[in-house]
C-alpha cells in the first residue's frame, strides 16, 4: 500500500504533462469510421475542443460524391443552413433517379465552449457503386468567431486536400483546392497547413 501512495503522486504529474498535449492535438473524426456501401450511415462528427481555447460557433461540413440524400440532425441551439448541387453522376434511390442534393452541410449561431465536448449528426446514403477498400473525405471547416480550424487534408496527412466551403471532397483524397489554409488552434491563420479530415472506410455492400 505504501508502495502505491508513493507512486500515485508521481503518475498525476505525468498525466498532468500528457492530457494538455493530447487535448491540443484532438481531432475532429467521425464516431463510426468503416460502413458498407449500398446502405443508409450515421455520420456523427465529434468536437472535442475550441480554436485556440476559443468556443465553436459553426461547422460546416462537405459531402464527398457518392453520399446522397442527406438529412441533418437538428440540434438545439444551433441554425442549420443546406448548400444544394449537382452530383457528378447520376445515382438511383428507392427507384427513382436523384441527379442532386445537399453538398454542404453548416451548423450555425450556437456557441461550443473549448471546455466541453459535442457532436453532430447527420443521416445519409451510400451509394452501392462506391468502391470498397477506399475512404470518403468530409472537409470540414470549424469556425470560432474570427478565428478557425480547417480539418480538410485527406489521405490522412496534413497539408493536402485544401477546399474552401464551396468545394465538393471526392474518393481517393481528391478535391477543389482552394482557400487560405490557417489553421488557428495549431499556429494561427494562415502559418499552418491544414489538418486530416473526418475518413471513412467503405466496406462492401451487404
Known amino acids: 500500500m505504501l508502495h502505491f501512495l508513493f507512486r ?4 498525476a504529474v505525468a498525466l498532468a504533462g500528457v492530457l494538455p498535449a493530447f487535448q491540443a492535438h484532438a481531432h475532429v473524426t467521425l464516431q463510426t469510421r468503416e460502413a ?4 443508409y450511415y450515421k455520420a456523427v462528427f465529434k468536437v472535442p475542443h475550441g480554436c485556440g481555447g476559443e468556443p465553436t460557433t459553426a461547422i460546416r ?3 464527398p460524391e457518392g453520399v446522397i440524400a442527406v438529412k441533418p440532425q437538428p440540434k438545439t441551439g444551433w441554425q442549420i443552413e443546406l448548400e444544394q448541387g449537382a452530383y457528378d453522376h447520376e445515382y438511383v434511390l428507392h427507384g427513382k433517379a436523384v ?8 451548423w450555425s449561431g450556437g456557441s461550443l465552449p473549448d471546455e466541453y465536448y459535442d457532436e453532430f449528426v447527420f443521416q445519409a446514403y451510400l451509394a ?3 468502391q470498397a477498400g477506399s475512404s470518403l473525405y468530409f472537409p470540414l471547416v470549424q469556425e470560432c468567431g474570427s478565428r478557425s480550424e480547417r480539418w480538410t487534408a485527406a489521405g490522412g496527412q496534413s497539408g493536402g486536400g485544401h477546399a474552401d466551403h464551396g468545394g465538393h471532397a471526392s474518393r481517393g483524397g481528391q478535391g ?3 482557400g487560405d489554409g490557417g489553421h488557428a488552434g495549431h499556429g494561427g491563420q ?4 491544414d489538418m486530416p479530415a473526418p475518413a471513412l472506410r467503405l466496406l462492401p455492400p451487404r
Do not use: C, E
Open 61 to 63: 461540413v462537405q459531402i
Open 128 to 130: 452501392p457503386g462506391l
Open 99 to 106: 441527379r442532386a442534393g445537399v453538398r454542404q452541410v453548416a
Open 176 to 178: 477543389n483546392h482552394g
Open 190 to 193: 494562415g502559418g499552418m497547413t
Open 8 to 11: 500515485a503522486p508521481a503518475l
Open 36 to 39: 458498407p456501401a449500398g446502405g
